[in-house]
């Protein structure tokens, strides 16, 4: 899939015109929320962290709490399983069974 | 060269000196500490009142609180031992109530906050119409300013702080109200979500206030009943904090006091459970492992196929920054809450042989520590450790 990367390497979901594109798999089955909330150095380039650590690329990390991103992922999947069946149900198939 | 001290559970003081430089001291005295600085340091100012607790549970506020049961301008505030306080009485006219649950200026009873979004709990009533309160105040210049304050009454507050911090908290009764048995539970949760109550401690980080004006973090690790131990510090330079490593002189020998997970052939068991291979599949493969006498193999099978290894046990990211693998060949390795070949942070592994790192730091808790592989590639692991 294809993310965007700023100058500070934060994935987006959509380029306000400043962003490149970067194809990655690391966030298949993410919701846009969770992407938002990490950073991808791609291969060749790196980045250097507030305490002067330095990372080499590839590198694909979160910046923000990842328990957030998660408990926000978690609730993107249960809705996805909510919303399946209820198209389920409108197809007359039996969900609970 | 300072000194400082820092304290164990139950109390018992580990103290230890600090010194830096480029180069190794000869003659340290036990217990010493020396960071690898660039230029050496001659005015560190450490002492036994700079060291800071923090709570090591999800409640951050560090209990014992800075009072214990007292009677305060005729309001009565009992601790009742389990993090609650109970609050029965009436506050003198004009004179409002204080039970102090961490105190300013006073670095043991004081606690430290990185940047990051808090959630404020615990607190009783509505505090516009009971007039009273559960408040967190901060500051960021050693409380010449204060730069936040927070209060929370039965319904909780969630608040942003963008720079390390100090804290205070203390329950507020105003002049003239009437309280009857209302019981806080004071509790300062990172996130924004509010859970069950549970009971600070102060097993947490230890933060140095320095006479160089800055905070040098010493991360702490529970490990073996000993529960606060440096594996990292910073140095303020040039404008920013930078990481350096630590060696600890002990048993007349200098010690690394980064976390390792694997080194020469050790694969720090009881911490890691040992190394193998991960129990789910990715594309249907698991891939060799083998652990040789300097370094772990991972590799991957062939055609599509994935390989991964994995530590076995879980371990706590938990006041670690940055996992480092000193090795080569060609794969992924990371941290991940699963033995598959799933990643939350992962980074790359090239032909070259050096140190390849992945930022952590938005990471706590158990994950394993792992390593996947594509193809027939093959990856070798020399040394792997946190920090």
């Not at chain 2, 800071?52 to 560090?62: A, Q």
């Not at chain 2, 720079?163 to 908290?169: D, E, L, N, S, W």
């Not at chain 2, 630590?246 to 976390?259: F, H, P, S």
């Amino acid at each position: 899939m294809t993310i965007y990367i700023d100058n500070e390497y934060k994935c987006h979901v959509a380029d306000d015109g400043t962003m490149r594109p970067v194809e990655t798999d690391f966030f298949h089955g993410k919701c846009d929320a969770f992407i938002e909330g990490y950073r991808l150095v791609p291969e060749g380039e790196s980045w250097t962290r507030e305490d002067g650590e330095v990372f080499p690329g590839e590198m694909v990390a979160p910046w923000k709490d990842f328990a957030e991103l998660d408990a926000v992922q978690r609730e993107y999947e249960r809705q996805q399983m909510e919303d399946m069946r209820e198209a389920l149900t409108v197809l007359g198939v039996n969900v609970d069974g | 060269m300072g000194e400082c001290l820092i304290t164990r559970r139950g109390g018992d003081p580990l103290s230890f000196k600090v010194v830096g430089g480029a180069s190794q001291p000869s003659n340290a005295e036990e217990n010493t500490i020396w960071v690898n600085t660039d230029t050496p340091i001659t005015s560190w100012d450490f002492s036994a009142s700079e060291a800071h607790r923090r709570s090591g549970s999800r409640n951050l506020i560090v209990y014992p609180y800075y009072h214990t049961t007292r009677v305060a301008n005729g309001v009565e505030f009992t601790d009742n031992g389990d993090g609650t306080i109970t609050v029965n009485g009436t506050a003198s006219s004009g004179a409002d109530a204080y039970f102090v649950i961490a105190a300013e200026g006073i670095p043991q009873k004081e606690f430290i906050l990185t940047p990051g979004t808090y959630t404020l709990s615990g607190g009783v009533g509505d505090d516009t119409t009971n007039k009273c309160s559960l408040s967190v105040y901060t500051s960021a210049d050693d409380w010449a300013t204060t730069s936040g304050r927070y209060r929370a009454s039965e319904t909780p507050r969630t608040f942003t702080i963008d720079q390390t911090v100090k804290a205070r908290a203390f329950i507020q009764v105003y002049g003239g109200v009437t309280l009857v048995n209302q019981v806080f539970k004071p509790q300062l949760e990172k996130g924004s979500a509010t859970t069950s109550f549970i009971k600070g401690d102060a097993t947490g980080q230890a933060w140095i206030k320095t006479a160089d004006n800055g905070l040098r973090q010493f991360n702490a690790l529970k490990k073996n009943g000993v529960i606060l131990r440096p594996v990292s510090a910073k140095q303020y330079l040039n404008g920013a904090w930078i990481s350096k490593p630590v060696k600890l002189y002990q048993n007349r020998a200098w010690q690394e006091l980064a976390q390792y997970l694997y080194k020469n052939g050790e694969q720090y068991t009881s911490l890691t459970g040992g190394w193998g291979l991960g129990s789910g599949t990715v594309s249907g493969g698991k891939g060799g492992f083998a652990a040789n006498a300097d370094h772990l193999s991972f590799t991957g099978e062939a055609d599509t196929y994935y390989g991964f290894g994995t530590t076995l046990k879980a371990v706590d990211l938990t006041n670690f920054s940055t996992l480092h693998v000193y090795g080569d060949g060609g794969g992924t390795f990371g941290v991940g809450t699963a033995q598959d070949g799933n990643f939350n942070a992962s980074a790359s592994v090239g032909s070259t042989l050096q140190n390849y790192s992945v930022d952590i730091s938005g990471l706590s808790g158990s994950h394993y520590v792992k390593f996947k592989i594509g193809g027939s590639s093959t990856l070798r692991a020399y040394e792997v450790w946190l920090e």
